[in-house]
């Protein structure tokens, strides 16, 4: 009778609330590509409680209110937890951190302290040790199984892999430390530079990056991110220890790194000035956090409130509120990058949001900007992802201007004038100028940039000086100045100014590699860029190829060699190469290693204890052969180390022999012989 009673309107909108937080949980957890904000995210969930709460029966089993995350389909091995990985119940108000308290104090007939601690905004993680050893490193997945990610969690700052056989003693022989992962704010802001200048798409916060980092299938990719961490819990809770106080001190004795800045509060006079100290001073912190949580500090008591199917009821975690700000769009304009990339700008009158000042917010694409119908004159809501990169989240349509138009995407470059281009199944428009002067000055500085002619004391500063006095156009005109034109520069001393002219000097004759992976092709990095070089020795040979016979390159393929041939041939690409070389720029002939392994292509997988990656490839490379970083049919064999990823999967798929350390070295030292195994 219970169920009639629901009324039909109730059922299809749970229905639909379950639909909804089952996607974003999806593109959350799994694909570290959320849709929405937390703030949204936290108001669909609080929707489907209150309804579950007013009709019981609405609540089935698999329903985002009693489970954690999505179930995991990644190419990482599926592992499970000793025991489940809970979320936290949120609170949104101080009112709603008073009902929690309230609720303790009935259940326990007592006031507890309260220990509190900064609510990373990062990726939860498990780290399994076995007396004192690191066996196993987890995301938390679904809260029962996560992804197993060892070799990444490895990388990670500050994880011992080893604890001292003193402090091991004290450690249950089998436990999970738990913690979180976390890129701090400045490395979120060099990675976006870097990926902004290769044309890639920007992370939206520090979370996302972290999360993307964590889960790549190359190790030495999440070295590269300098991920961080802090832990805060330990399963099984360790013998003779009081509390959660005592405990976050016991972590750090073993050596993990833990939050700093955690307290002890005793009453609610406290609690309040402990939340409201932090959400003024968050912003001052080198990494983002999205609140505080708040956890009973006696273990005996946490064991007496126990949890329920999602979380303990011991434990609260109040989320900052989103500061938002109005705003006005003043004006759209777009930004050429260095791969040409269009990109729209709403440039604001300037608000002060979540501690600084913001005057302009990217829209990222012509779709984006149809799709939220910003306009000139429209009054915006905006805040920043993460406390960091500044987003417009709604327009205020109600105050629109009368006579506002819609945005339309110019149909020539702002800078050079050349048609931009939108390629089938693209989101982003693209001036396809490499001379476009809108992409000088990031192409400069990708062409001095290391891995490609890396010249010292070329930075920013002075390549900004340089174009701004009119003294350098594009690449070869480095190679003409004098130390008197430098030594004009603002802070440049006469020696300064010689030390640099010898820099450029000394990189006329570059590596084939280097001056191809210098040009800024688009979609050619470093490993491309000495693919290429090796197999075709001369630029002039790369020149003369056809676009076919260059996707017949191992580790090319169909859409990197049109990229390559498009450049080579195009009326920018052809006047940039003809200006270097008249600059008496000659790249050397690749050396063509005649080893025993010339033809043959190895894929390298996950972590090898007695070689990074870069001296695994580098070893394969000086017997002639060729580290791809994907696995096809031409594939000679595929190394697996620890944690391999996807590629072994394909490579059994594909019938390529697979090689474990131990046969990868005894074929190092047996040239000569067949593929151990094959």
């Known amino acids: 009778m219970a169920e009639a009673r629901i009324p039909a309107e109730a059922r299809a909108q749970a229905a639909d609330l379950r639909e909804r937080i089952a996607h974003h949980n999806y593109l959350y957890y799994a694909l570290d590509a959320p849709e929405v904000s937390d703030a949204e995210y936290d108001n669909l969930f609080r929707q489907l409680q209150e309804l579950e709460s007013q009709y019981p029966r609405l609540r089935t089993k698999d ?295 913001v005057s302009h917010v990217t829209l990222h694409n012509e779709d984006q900007v149809r799709l939220k119908d910003v306009r000139v004159g429209d009054v915006v809501v905006i805040r920043k992802a993460g406390d960091v990169i500044p987003e417009l989240v709604r327009v205020q349509t109600s105050q629109r201007p009368e006579g506002s138009v819609p945005f339309a995407m110019p149909k020539v470059c702002p800078s050079c004038g050349a048609e931009l281009a939108r390629e089938p199944g693209e989101s982003v428009t693209r001036c396809l100028n490499p001379l476009c002067p809108a992409q000088r000055q990031r192409r400069l500085l990708h062409f001095v940039s290391r891995g490609a002619f890396d010249i010292d004391r070329c930075g920013p500063a002075v390549l900004a000086e340089l174009v701004e006095r009119g003294l350098v156009d594009g690449p070869a005109d480095l190679f003409g100045l004098t130390a008197e034109q430098i030594q004009q520069l603002p802070g440049m001393a006469r020696r300064s100014a010689q030390q640099l002219v010898a820099a450029i000097r000394a990189r006329r004759q570059p590596e084939l590699s280097n001056f191809l992976y210098a040009l800024g092709i688009r979609h050619i990095g470093d490993r491309t860029a000495q693919v290429l070089a090796s197999h075709f020795g001369t630029l002039q040979r790369l020149r003369r190829a056809g676009q076919a016979e260059i996707a017949e390159v191992n580790g090319v393929g169909p859409v990197l060699a049109e990229s390559v041939f498009h450049f080579l041939h195009s009326p920018g690409g052809e006047t940039l190469l003809e200006q270097l070389t008249q600059a008496g720029i000659t790249p050397r002939e690749a050396a063509q290693v005649q080893g025993p392994w010339r033809g043959r292509t190895m894929v390298l997988t996950g972590s090898m204890t007695g070689f990074t990656r870069s001296e695994a490839e580098a070893a394969v490379q000086a017997l002639g052969g060729l580290a791809a970083s994907s696995v096809s049919r031409k594939t000679a064999a595929v190394v697996a180390g620890e944690s391999p990823g996807s590629k072994l999967e394909v490579a059994r798929r594909l019938g390529i022999p697979v090689l474990d350390e131990s046969q990868f070295r005894w074929w190092l030292d047996h040239p000569e012989a067949e593929v151990p195994g094959g």
């Open 63 to 357: 329903s985002p209110t009693v489970r954690v995350g999505t179930s995991v389909s990644t190419p990482f091995r599926k592992v499970r937890h000793l025991t489940p990985m809970r979320s936290l119940n949120d609170a949104f108000s101080w009112a709603e951190v008073e009902q929690f308290r309230a609720r303790v104090q009935r259940a326990l007939g007592l006031e507890p302290d309260l220990v509190a601690e900064l609510k990373i905004d990062g990726l939860a993680v498990s780290l399994t040790y076995r007396e004192g050893q690191l066996a196993q490193g987890a995301t938390r997945g679904d809260g029962e199984v996560g992804e197993e990610v060892t070799a990444n969690v490895l990388t990670v700052d500050g994880i011992p892999a080893t604890i001292q056989p003193e402090l091991a003693a004290a450690m249950p022989p089998v436990c999970e430390v738990r913690g979180e992962v976390y890129m701090a704010k400045e490395v979120l802001e060099e990675l976006n530079l870097s990926r902004s200048s290769q044309g890639l798409e920007l992370y939206a916060n520090c979370r996302n990056a972290a999360a993307g980092s964590l889960r790549q299938l190359d190790s030495e990719i999440t070295r590269s991110r300098h991920l961080r961490a802090f832990f805060y819990a330990c399963d099984p809770f360790p013998a003779g220890m009081d509390g959660q106080f005592d405990l976050l001190a016991w972590l750090e004795r073993l050596g993990f790194p833990v939050n700093p800045n955690h307290k002890l509060l005793h009453g609610a006079e406290e609690v309040g000035a402990w939340l409201e100290q932090w959400r003024e001073r968050r912003h001052l912190l080198a990494y983002e956090i999205d609140g505080v949580v708040l956890k009973v500090d006696r273990h005996s008591w946490q064991e007496e409130l126990g949890a329920d199917s999602r979380a303990p009821r011991w434990a609260v975690a109040y989320k900052f509120p989103p500061e938002e700000r109005e705003t006005k769009v003043v004006a759209i304009s777009v930004s050429i990058g260095r791969t040409g990339a269009a990109t729209p700008v709403a440039e604001l009158e300037p608000v002060l949001v979540a501690g600084s000042v």
